[in-house]
């Protein structure tokens, strides 16, 4: 299980753009839970993501994974138990680097790196089987350069990378916003695949209410830095578009972006 317990985070704390981000913020995630994220923006959802990461130091509260206090733990000490999708294809793979290469970095993700041999003929192998089940050819193009790729394959490639090394928790930060609807469609049902075989605890961030509905066992709606909203199974299964609609105006001060209305 993963706990964050009376979360705070603040950015340029004392002076006049202090912002509150995340405000005592709790929640337990169990083994296996895929959580949706919907809020308005600002709500403080990729905040949050971060603070789990450990790319955001908390101002107070506390944060636990598999029985382990990481509050204090750095990012790169986290990294053995996260895998990370960002909204920006290119964020996710070094460009100058071949899919081999890329992939077998986040083979080790959380070790140390010695001055062994980069990419291994047996890796090679685990490579390929992992690249062949995307049906985009890559098993073929371990040699060729990330940059190489489109963006929804640099995204498929990175989806791959994250869970190469099971990771306890996998955070999605609105991986298919950037792109066209057709490969935000293949990604998301790649997406489905890889948690549902690999069992993976996910919190997927998205604006598309539909996702938001649509996927995962467990919805939660923030606002404010706060959760105002976590529904699960049959009560998940039974809202609709227009619940989530009523519940960001019954707050007032919500704004419900375009992208959040046309998703």
Known sequence: MISAQTVNKYFHRGSVNEVHSIRDLSIDIEQGDFITIIGSNGAGKSTFLSCLA??????????TMAGTDVTRWPEHKRARFIGRVFQDPLMGTCASGSIAQNM??????????????????????????????????????LQ????????????????????????????????????????????????????TAHGLTTLMVTHNMHQALTLGNRLIMMHRGRIILDVRGEQKAGLTVEDLLEKFQSQGDAEISDRMLLG
């Open 54 to 63: 450990g790319t955001h130091a908390l101002d107070s509260g506390s944060i």
């Open 104 to 141: 077998a970095l986040a083979l080790k993700r959380g070790q140390r790196r010695g001055l062994s041999r980069g990419v291994k003929p047996a890796d090679r192998e685990v490579f390929r089987e992992r690249l062949r089940v995307l049906g985009l050819g890559l098993e073929d193009r």
């Open 144 to 195: 060729d350069r990330a940059g190489l790729l489109s963006g929804g394959q640099r995204q498929a490639l990175t989806m791959v990378m994250a869970t190469l090394v099971r990771p306890e928790l996998l955070l999605l930060d609105e991986h298919t916003a950037a792109l066209d609807p057709k490969t935000a469609a293949q990604i998301l049902e790649l997406t489905r695949n890889i948690v």
